[in-house]
């Protein structure tokens, strides 16, 4: 595709349910990023990919959330036990490889848990 | 040490102004400073990037201005346009590759 796919783009849940995000990078990018977006605030980071390694993970609230990118390209964010301070827009972003590279984001999933 | 202060949280130009955004961080290890432009329900996108061998950048009627010793990094956009109504975010990024977001600022630009 053109550019970074992010589906869906808006998600309800209920409190405590299982959600997955996708993202679809643009083709050839290797870097893939993920991150969070509350209202009125910056993006905050979350996870970067390199590949298929989670190269650093370090912005990962706990251990309900895990993302994946088996083959390099699509990712994954999981959130397990969803709660409402969850709520946020998730964005995608990808780049041709990494080091200050152009990061290109997705229009993001907004992820309201009720 | 990883936070990008930024400021102010709005402004508001007339068309034809020039808008000053300004940005400061404290983490030596940052060489790559890009501001990015979102518009409501929008992911973020890139405008103008700078690394700190140099002290200004210009594309169009959007500059960077780059203070390496102060720590300090603004963009200047010439000529406002209601069209350039937007938040825009700083960044940094260093050794790590991960982008640090500032809190973003949010234009208006009134005819």
């Known amino acids: 595709g053109a550019g970074v796919s992010q589906t869906p783009s808006n998600k309800v849940t209920e409190k405590g349910k299982y959600v997955e995000l996708r993202c679809d990078p643009i083709?050839?990018?290797?870097?893939l990023y993920w991150y969070r977006q509350s209202l009125g605030q910056g993006p905050e980071f979350l996870i970067y990919f390199q590949g298929t390694g989670a190269a650093d993970d370090s912005g990962l609230p706990n251990d309900r959330f895990f993302a994946v990118r088996p083959e390099g390209s699509v990712s994954t964010l999981k959130i397990q036990r969803t709660e409402r301070g969850d709520s946020a827009v998730y964005l995608c972003?990808?780049?041709?490889?990494?080091?200050?590279?152009?990061?290109?984001f997705g229009q993001g999933t907004r992820l309201t848990v009720v | 040490q990883q936070q990008v202060k930024q400021s102010p949280q709005s402004l508001i130009v007339q068309k034809g102004g020039i808008s000053i955004i300004n940005c400061a961080y404290e983490n030596t290890a940052f060489d790559y400073f890009p501001w990015y432009q979102q518009f409501p329900g929008k992911g973020p996108a890139l405008l103008i990037a700078i690394r700190p061998d140099v002290s200004e950048k210009k594309e169009g009627r959007f500059t960077i201005s780059f203070n390496k010793s102060a720590k300090q990094f603004s963009l200047h956009i010439m000529d406002s346009q209601p069209g350039d109504s937007a938040t825009y975010f700083c960044?940094?990024?260093?050794?790590?590759?991960?982008?640090?977001f500032g809190t973003g600022t949010r234009l208006q630009v009134f005819p």
């Open positions: 972003a990808s780049s041709l490889t990494a080091f200050g590279q152009e990061a290109f």
């Open positions: 083709s050839g990018h290797t870097a």
């Open positions: 960044a940094a990024s260093g050794d790590t590759d991960k982008l640090i």
